[in-house]
């Protein structure tokens, strides 16, 4: 199957490159580089300092990780941009598998994925009988910043869990206990439950707990946070073996960085505003598809002081809803039951193909070929949204899939 090569961007290093050039002899920028459609652009008005990080971070989510630099025993890709062509969505041959096994203690044995390929002398992880499983398609990184910025409260004040305005739409959050390793002070952090907002089901509160997982269940790379490896249950001794480099295998200092690149990416701007796209916008108010999907919040605090007060403009109310029976995993994830999936944010559809060898993959599992058949998958709270679309005359619906498809 084809991979998508991650885009360089060699005009964005070398502005970056002028950017920091001119700093230093006080010529002070504080325009970023044309963001124009490429997804790992920076967010504006960041400081020298800032860019240099986010250049740094950059190569280091674009880097592919050897068995002679820590990949593995087993792992499910060599780089995170492996996953996240381009810093957007994957394919669906880059799914990861999550498992359990409801009660059963066994079901933590080897990880709640398979990770389904080994370095040599390794046993990549089989599907073992018995459990729940659920495909995920890797989602766009590009936004996440803006997302973790998103006051609580702000979310909050969406949901209703029990459906009290009885529009049949009963946004839920999912609350979750941070990782051990994930300090207080980190956005997400804290002692008790935090809401989670990242991943498909938001069963994630930090950024943090994000990318140290990604590197040690998907990379096989070990850090400070999680220094010990994933071994595989069926043939532990073979797979601890195979991999001989010295635990933590990569510095707190290169996991920080990715973490401030991600902070600082740009979601890729929306297109012009025709007559066609704003009639759009109209409907996907009047049809309720903006219940769920809301396009704007607004950015509070971050550890990016550029990012404090920005428009985030997501299309996402980042709460879980029972999406009914066809698109059920039957998996739970954190607080999230089988049924719920948090909402997918719409940021970014514009540029999707450009990234996916021209094609579309989406919902959870990327089952979906194009942003029409996406909706009408829609099910359970989302129904009479669905049906209301697609009851549209031709000329509504093709505004309405012409506003989705520009954001
Ligand atoms: C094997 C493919 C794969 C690799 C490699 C991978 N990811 Fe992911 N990533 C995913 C999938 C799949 C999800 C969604 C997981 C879920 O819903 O349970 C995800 C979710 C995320 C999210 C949450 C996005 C959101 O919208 O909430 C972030 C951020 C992220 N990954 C960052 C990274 C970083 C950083 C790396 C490298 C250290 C990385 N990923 C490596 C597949 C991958
Ligand atoms: C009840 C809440 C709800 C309503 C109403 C709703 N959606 Fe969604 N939408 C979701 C959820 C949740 C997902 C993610 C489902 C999944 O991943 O399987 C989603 C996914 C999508 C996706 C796929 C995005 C991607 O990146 O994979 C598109 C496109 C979309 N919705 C458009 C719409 C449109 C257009 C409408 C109105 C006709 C609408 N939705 C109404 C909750 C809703």
């Known amino acids: 199957m084809p991979r998508p090569a991650r885009r360089a961007n060699p005009a964005l290093a070398a502005s970056l490159a002028a950017l920091l050039a001119a700093s230093a002899c006080d010529t002070l920028l504080t325009e970023a580089p044309d963001s124009g459609d490429v997804f790992d652009a920076p967010i504006e008005g960041l400081s020298p300092e800032e860019l240099a990080g986010f250049i740094a971070g950059d190569e280091q989510f674009g880097l592919p990780f050897r068995p002679s630099t820590g990949l593995g025993p087993i792992f499910n890709n060599v780089s995170c941009a492996s996953c996240h062509s381009g810093d957007g969505r994957g394919r669906p041959e880059n799914n990861l598998t999550r498992i359990s096994r409801g ?10 994925q398979i990770q389904d390929r080994a370095i040599p ?29 998103i006051p609580a409260a702000d979310i909050l004040a969406n949901a209703d869990e029990s459906d009290s305005d009885g529009d049949g739409i009963s946004g839920r959050p999912n609350f979750v206990v941070p990782a051990e390793f994930v300090p207080a002070r980190e956005p997400g952090g804290g002692t008790g439950l935090q809401l989670g907002r990242f991943s ?13 997982e990604a590197y040690h269940q998907d990379i096989g790379i070990t850090t400070d946070f999680l220094p010990v490896e994933n ?7 073979a797979t601890e073996a195979a991999d001989a480099i010295a635990d933590p295998e990569l510095p707190t200092a290169q996991v920080q960085q990715v973490i401030a690149y991600l902070r600082m990416l740009q979601p890729p701007a929306p297109g012009a505003d025709t007559e066609s796209r704003l009639r759009g916008e109209q409907l996907f108010g009047t049809v309720g598809c903006a219940s769920c999907h809301i ?53 970014g559809l514009r540029v999707m193909r450009d990234f996916l060898n021209g094609e579309a993959f989406l919902l959870h599992d990327g089952r979906a070929r194009s942003v029409e058949e996406a909706i009408l998958l829609h ?5 009479v949204a669905r049906d209301a679309f697609d009851s549209l005359g031709a000329a509504d619906r093709a505004a309405l899939l012409d506003f989705v498809g520009s954001r």
């Open 200 to 212: 498909r089901k938001a069963q994630v509160s930090s950024l943090l707990q994000q990318t140290v």
């Open 231 to 237: 071994s595989n249950p069926q043939a532990s001794q």
């Open 121 to 149: 002398g390794a046993v990549p992880e089989d599907l073992p009988p018995g459990v729940d499983s659920s495909e995920r398609l890797p989602p766009a990184v590009f936004g996440v910043g803006l997302i973790e910025a």
């Open 103 to 112: 009660t059963d203690p066994a079901r933590d044995v080897g990880g709640p």
């Open 295 to 347: 396009p704007e919040f607004l950015a509070g605090t971050s550890p990016i002081p550029a990012i404090e007060g920005l428009p985030v403009v997501l299309y996402s109310d980042l709460l879980l809803h029972d999406m009914g029976e066809g698109l059920a995993d039957g998996r739970p994830d954190g607080d999230a039951t089988g049924r719920e999936w948090r909402t997918a944010p719409l940021w």
């Open 379 to 383: 099910g359970g709270e989302a129904r």
